[in-house]
């Protein structure tokens, strides 16, 4: 069973920044499609940014140029480094786990609130 367990979300001002980490149990982490999915009160879940086991990421447009996506295999860890965060960047973050080459892997994170307020 996959266990990711998100940390490091918070209030922050905007303009600020905020790192999120996902650590991973349980599976060759290596092999995953990490990814970081958002929800705002009242909306759609939806994509942030996903990193591929090959290194290749892919953002949303809303996010582009301000976020970073990363991971680090040894530590079965992926992270969202985000900068010059704004108020609609308000959501609960989750982490996500997935392989597209194994029918029914796809984990999901309890989530980590990130509000931007002055």
């Known amino acids: 069973q996959v266990q990711l367990v998100e940390s490091g979300g918070g209030l922050v001002q905007p303009g600020g920044s905020l790192r999120l980490s996902c650590a991973a149990s349980g599976s060759i982490f290596r092999f995953n499609t990490m990814g970081w999915y958002r929800q705002a009160p009242g909306k759609q879940r939806e994509l942030v940014a996903h990193?591929?086991?090959?290194?290749?990421?892919n953002y949303a447009d809303s996010v582009k140029g301000r976020f970073t996506i990363s991971r680090d295999n040894a530590q079965s860890t992926v992270y969202l480094q985000m900068n010059s965060l704004k108020p609609e960047d308000t959501a609960v973050y989750y982490c996500?786990?997935?392989?597209?080459?194994?029918?029914?892997?796809?984990?999901w994170g309890q989530g980590t609130q990130v509000t931007v307020s002055s």
């Open positions: 996500n786990a997935y392989r597209p080459d194994v029918r029914g892997y796809d984990y």
């Open positions: 990193i591929t086991s090959g290194g290749s990421t």
